[in-house]
């Protein structure tokens, strides 16, 4: 008789139970990563008001403490450096 090996997924609830438990203060991610004083990333927070922010916490999780050039991170947070205007664009 074969046997079948499943593969272990997260259920439909576990997904919606991770999108129910979000971070939506730069504030408190920035806390949570041990950036509170990072002067650059401190100067985004008030791209909350044009680009709202919604971090599930599995996913913050997997987010280097202590690194402000972690790529994970620079996926959700808005820089300072995305606010300077440019010519030609």
Request: charged share 30%; aromatic share 6%; proline share 7%.
């Amino acid at each position: 008789m074969a046997h079948i090996v499943t593969l272990n997924t997260p259920s439909r609830e576990d997904w919606l139970s991770q999108l129910a438990d979000v971070i939506t203060r730069p504030d408190e991610l920035l806390h949570l990563l041990d950036l509170d004083n990072d002067e650059k990333l401190l100067a985004g927070r008030e791209a909350k008001r044009l680009f709202p922010l919604r971090v599930p916490r599995a996913f913050v999780a997997r987010m280097e403490k202590g690194n402000p050039d972690d790529p994970l991170l620079k996926q959700v947070l808005t820089a300072q450096d995305e606010f300077y205007l440019r010519s030609g664009f």
